[in-house]
């Protein structure tokens, strides 16, 4: 894994390099820890739709209370311009803290345009939402690829 590590730290680290470090770490055979398969239902927010959508993989490991994801899918996003696309978790949240939120790391790539985002589960919640780094609503149309991981605790 040193390879892909190095890969991601140089200045010209690409959206592929992320993906083959995160598919490198969850598909690998050498590991340890085995991750499970799961396919959670995509959604979007307000009057956004995200449809036509392909599941690349999603994953997760199980320590403890600590569920870590690992995604990547894509879609088409239409309707009226939202801020949230929304995944199902493998398992309901715990209450972890009063009005808190437990954040991943999202990779984005609209149309071809690279950027990054984040990813949050609230309380008691089965479903992650994932958004640009600004916050700004998606783009609308074909090609909005998010893959990332997020860790959170469950209930």
């Known amino acids: 894994m040193g390879n892909y590590a190095n890969s991601i730290r140089s200045a010209n680290a690409t959206m592929e390099d992320i993906a083959t470090l995160t598919e490198g770490v969850i598909g690998s055979s050498s590991n340890d820890v085995t991750s499970t398969a799961y396919t959670p239902t995509l959604s979007a927010s307000g009057l956004m739709t995200y449809t036509s959508t392909t599941i690349t993989y999603a994953r997760y490991l199980i320590k403890g ?69 600004t916050q700004a609503v998606w783009g609308l149309g074909a090609n909005r690829l998010l893959f990332g991981v997020l860790t959170y605790l469950r209930a």
């Open 65 to 133: 209370p600590e569920v870590t994801v690992y995604f990547r899918f894509s879609g088409t996003t239409g309707g009226t311009a939202g801020t949230d696309i929304r995944f199902t978790l493998p398992f309901t949240s715990g209450n972890f803290a009063t009005n808190a939120t437990q954040l991943g790391t999202l990779f984005i790539s609209q149309n071809g345009s690279v950027d990054s985002g984040f990813c949050f589960v609230d309380n008691n919640s089965s479903t992650a939402s994932c958004q640009t780094r």
